[in-house]
């Protein structure tokens, strides 16, 4: 079935600096991506949406550039978090559409603390 | 705007019992529902998807119920195993909005399936 691959798993970085997370698809082109936070014991938030070869689409309240996302081909999606803070710390998920845009399937996270 | 909600934080069922976990959308715009299980660090994972135009889809364990009218689905588990515990998510999308949608996640049910 359809794998995304995101990486790091966890990162601890220092407050100022910044983050890259990857998240590619191994067997399937993902036309669209989808990267999610989640807060403890919270749900997840749609952070952006992001169309292969295009700007990504931002929901309301998330700074695009504090958060830079790009999605140069259609195996790879990147989230940067530029001049992380503690309030950064999160877990952030990606997500591809598949078959059609019934499906999606989703990398397995990344950790983020900012100390 | 919590425009999906599941109003139960945790449940608890006895192995071999049925688990039901609830969710409630305001939003009569979504045609497409999802249930997720989701273990801590990892990403969710599919479990069972019904469209609007259905009442009911059944796959082995997991059965989803959807009440139109009540803006309400439900998962069924049965039997309830203690793999089973984990939290579970639904989600939410509107179909046929030209490319793929993103999903709105509920808040979240913990189940825990006890020996």
């Known amino acids: 079935g359809a794998v995304v691959s995101q990486h790091p798993s966890r990162v601890i970085c220092k407050s100022g600096t910044s983050v890259k997370i990857e998240c590619r698809s191994l067997d399937f082109q993902a036309t669209t991506m989808f990267w999610y936070r989640q807060f403890p014991k919270q749900s997840l938030m749609l952070m952006a949406t992001s169309n292969e070869g295009s700007k990504a689409t931002y929901e309301q309240g998330v700074e695009k550039d504090k958060f830079l996302i790009n999605h140069a081909s259609l195996t790879l999606s990147t989230l940067t978090v530029t001049s992380a803070h503690p309030e950064d710390s999160s877990f952030y998920i990606c997500?591809?559409?598949?078959?059609?845009?019934?499906?999606?399937?989703f990398g397995s996270g990344t950790r983020l603390t900012v100390v | 705007d919590q425009q999906v909600k599941q109003n139960s934080p945790s449940l608890s069922v006895q192995e071999g019992r049925i688990s039901i976990l609830n969710c409630d959308y305001t939003n009569s715009m979504f045609d497409y529902f999802l249930w997720y299980k989701k273990y801590p660090a990892e990403g969710p994972t599919f479990l069972i998807s019904?469209?609007?135009?259905?009442d009911k889809n059944e796959d082995g364990r997991f059965t989803v119920f959807l009440n139109k009218s009540a803006k309400h689905l439900s998962l069924h588990i049965v039997p309830s195993q203690p793999g089973d515990s984990a939290v579970y998510f639904c989600?939410?999308?509107?179909?046929?909005?030209?490319?793929?949608?993103?999903?709105?996640f509920g808040t979240g049910t913990r189940l825990q399936v006890t020996l």
């Open positions: 019904i469209s609007s135009i259905k």
């Open positions: 997500s591809a559409a598949t078959t059609g845009g019934y499906g999606y399937t």
């Open positions: 989600a939410a999308k509107r179909l046929n909005t030209g490319t793929a949608s993103k999903l709105t």
